[in-house]
């Protein structure tokens, strides 16, 4: 319940009106006072600032200061929705709300707020996708401790299966509390008032998995508590083996590229290949038409060459 307060408080106040108040209000407010440090008061520079052109106006806008904080405030909800949303399901809805209002405020931000960014070519998202796929693997594992540890959904199930005489949950509560002898409270820690219901107590009860104070080790831990551990470390190993199971499904079943962008990738490489082939072809009739051209040549020179030197002999 706790855990849930504060991603409740998390979600709605910081995500949904503190960030996006910043997102309004800073950018406004340093538009605010470049105005006022740079405001003139005469007429000469007033005609002079209409003559500017829109890229000398939009150079008085806020520098880009890159998308590390959009990508850091992205990554910091996702950990704040995946690690603990056993504990407040109704987090990726205000995630969605916040999402659907930021995605509005970021795009005046960057068209009205802020210089233009230098475009720069990129295969992916970087190193941000390994924190995404860290922290989703990171929140199967603290999701199924938190089922299994802080819930009664275990204890509930070996209850039925182990020790409920008809599989039912009749006696759930009173299996779960053990026995306490009032006689064996330390020094100083009796209570003030034994008499404070109206009678004496005697043996008190107490959430618990430990021995009666009746039996040979009064107060141990005892079979059940282990019994219910061992259940529990088992929910957690198959929990995160399920899940990662069907993330691969999921995973295989719709891939990174559409099949219409595969399919033109795909023919993209078969015109290359086509293409690198013609050039080929066409590099090889052109050294055959050259090596044709210089044989015959070679022919011509020597049939001349033979002319030439009969004569030669005749005239000899």
Excluded at 36 to 53: A, V
Excluded at 176 to 190: A, R
Excluded at 193 to 208: S, T, W
Aim: with cysteine; proline share 5%.
């Amino acid at each position: 319940m706790e855990l849930c307060i504060q991603l409740s408080i998390t979600m709605l106040g910081k995500q949904l009106i503190q960030n996006n108040l910043f997102e309004i209000g800073v950018p406004k407010l340093k538009k605010l006072i470049r105005y006022i440090r740079s405001k003139h008061g005469t007429f000469q520079e007033e005609e002079r600032e209409k003559k500017l052109q829109r890229y000398e106006i939009d150079h008085f806008l806020e520098p880009f200061a890159g998308l590390t904080p959009e990508y850091m405030e992205m990554i910091i909800q996702f950990g704040f929705v995946t690690l603990f949303v056993a504990s407040f399901p109704l987090a990726p809805l205000f995630a969605l709300l916040n999402n659907i209002i930021e995605i509005r405020l970021d795009a005046k931000k960057f068209v009205a707020e802020l210089r233009r960014p230098v475009a720069a070519r990129a295969k992916d998202i970087g190193i941000w996708y390994n924190l995404l796929r860290g922290v989703a693997k990171v929140a199967v594992i603290i999701n199924a401790f938190v089922i299994s540890f802080t819930s009664d959904f275990i204890p509930r199930l070996v209850y039925q299966y182990m020790y409920s005489p008809d599989g039912s949950m009749y006696g759930f509560v009173n299996h779960t509390l053990s026995y306490f002898n009032v006689s064996h409270f330390q020094d100083g820690k009796v209570p003030r008032d034994p008499l404070h219901l109206g009678y004496p107590v005697e043996i008190c009860r107490y959430k618990d998995y430990r021995e009666p104070p009746w039996s040979a080790t009064p107060y141990e831990i005892s079979k059940e508590f282990w019994a219910v551990l061992a259940v529990r470390l088992a929910f957690v190993i198959v929990f995160q083996n399920v899940v990662m199971l069907m993330n691969d499904i999921v995973d295989w079943l719709i891939p990174d590229i559409p099949k219409d962008i595969s399919l033109q990738i795909h023919k993209e490489k078969i015109l290359m290949v086509e293409l690198f082939m013609k050039e080929e072809q066409g590099k090889i009739h052109m050294l055959d038409s050259m090596t044709s051209v210089g044989s015959k040549e070679n022919k011509t020179g020597s049939q001349m060459w033979g002319h030439a030197s009969s004569k030669k002999s005749h005239r000899a």
